[in-house]
């Protein structure tokens, strides 16, 4: 049975027991803020329209939404507030042609599923009600309203926890504030909601009971878990535990190991090929895109990072907006930072820094190097200790070395410079000039000589000429 559903998001509360500067809403859960996780839930579904009300640091709140999420959403202001009730309202402009069943989500809520919502969304219309709604029960209810029902277990309203009585505190039946209206009974029924209650706010629960006086209303139990709202930090990180479970188990069904699943930590945004492998204490942030076969190993961290077909990550390497190429391999405790681009086969080892910097196929960086606004070409060796001084005070300049180019150790490559195809740097020199193709580069320091280095490598050129 195909369904209309317009969606209404519930983003504007100021969240006081954060204890922050920052919106409650844009606290990041899974590499998403918190309140993008309905909002995906809703879109899953197919909303539209799809109404966010932002009111506590609007500006940011929208700004966030939108760089995600595009035109998908529109924005309703609540610049006060004034309660649920008067959230819900300052929405319904945006719908007033729409006719269907309006969902009704908190921004807090990051552990609903899909599959409850459509559940929800089907009941109401089956059942023609002028709305539905969901419960859960939990041990411990301070801080919900309960939920009130009539001998033949009927709902027929919800008090708030601040206007129950004692007897109705004891009801730990409570609601997690996710409703399904239909569009033409809420435009109605809301313009009589009033505020005499304690807090002086319009209340959308007001609603549940006026329903109730004219026809059952079908509701839906769901676990304690995904009916769970986000008020403080405790909750956030608890409810972060549950969303890596799920996060973690998914990609495991989908044929992705993961060695110990309770140290590995998955963003949502993350995309895994099958046979993927993923040791203890393997993060994996933003929108990494991880290719089949690839190994990470313990401790490593990947941000916005692409790793192709069959690359290894070696253990406690970090990588930020990098590209790793099929077959490459990368530390132990190697820095792949921003820009970097390694073709198939490369071979980043232990303590190389690589920036903004391209390495073609078979190049490799073994041990100790910094490697900085370069290019090295296809084949080519950087020995151990090696340094591009990309940076003269002022300004960044480049280094591009050619193909088949060996440099020694502990040579320092001073930019802007040029190292021509099968060039060859002596260890220990410090290259200021352009060096053309099959040349040799030395620093020709009197100890230099007197070691007799330059004469040494002159015969390997020749012998590998030869």
């Known amino acids: 049975m195909s369904m209309k559903i317009a969606c209404i998001v519930l983003c504007a509360g100021k969240s006081t027991r954060m204890k922050s500067t920052v919106s409650k809403m844009l606290h990041p859960i899974c590499g998403q803020p918190l309140c993008a996780w309905p909002i995906a839930s809703a879109l899953q579904m197919k909303s539209n329209p799809l109404v966010v009300v932002v009111g506590y640091q609007a500006k940011e709140v929208e700004e966030s939404l939108s760089s995600r999420y595009g035109d998908q959403l529109v924005f309703a202001l609540q610049p006060d507030p004034k309660g649920t009730g008067h959230a819900v309202k300052t929405a319904l402009p945006f719908l007033k042609d729409f006719t269907g069943t309006i969902l009704i989500l908190c921004g807090d809520t990051p552990l609903l599923k899909e599959s409850s919502l459509q559940e929800l969304c089907f009941l109401r219309k089956t059942t023609k009600a002028k709305l ?27 008090v708030e926890e601040n206007e129950a009585t004692f007897e109705q505190k004891a009801i730990c039946e409570v609601n997690p504030a996710i409703y399904a209206f239909d569009a033409q009974f809420l435009r109605s029924s809301i313009e009589n909601l009033q505020s005499h209650n304690a807090k002086n706010e319009f209340y959308l629960t007001d609603l549940i009971a006026n329903a109730a006086k004219e026809s059952p209303i079908p509701d839906i139990a769901i676990r304690s878990e995904e009916a769970l709202g986000i008020n403080d930090r405790i909750q956030l990180a608890n409810a972060e535990i549950l969303l890596q479970k799920r996060i973690i188990e998914h990609w495991m069904s989908a044929g992705v190991s993961c060695k110990d699943p309770g140290t590995i930590y998955i963003d949502s945004d993350v995309e895994l090929s099958q046979d993927v492998t993923l040791e203890p204490g393997v993060h994996l942030r933003g929108k990494c895109k991880i290719g089949k ?97 990309n940076y003269d005070g002022f300004q ?52 230099e000589n007197k070691a007799g280095y330059g004469k040494r490598i002159k015969q390997r050129l020749k012998k590998k000429s030869s």
């Open 132 to 158: 539905a709604l969901l419960t859960t029960t939990l041990v411990n209810p301070t801080g919900y309203g309960r939920i009130l029902r009539n001998h033949h277990n009927q709902v027929v309203g919800i």
């Open 293 to 389: 076969h690839v190994y990470i190993e313990t401790g490593a961290i990947l941000t916005d990072t692409e790793a192709q077909d069959n690359a290894r990550i070696h253990a406690y390497s970090i990588c930020e907006n990098a590209f790793i190429g099929p077959k490459a391999k990368v530390g132990p405790f190697a820095r792949l930072r921003p820009e970097t681009h390694l073709e198939e086969s490369v071979k980043i080892g232990n303590f190389v820094e690589v920036k903004k910097s391209r390495f073609k196929k078979n190049a490799k960086a073994n041990h100790l190097a910094y490697i900085g606004d370069a290019e090295i070409g296809a084949n080519s060796n950087i020995g151990a200790g090696t340094i591009t001084c």
């Open 396 to 447: 960044k300049h480049r280094t591009i070395l050619g193909d088949d180019v060996f440099i020694g150790s502990n040579s320092t490559l001073v930019a802007p410079i040029s190292i021509e195809d099968d060039a060859y740097i002596a260890a220990g020199s410090t290259i200021t000039k352009n060096v053309p193709s099959d040349a040799l580069g030395i620093a020709r320091t009197r100890q």
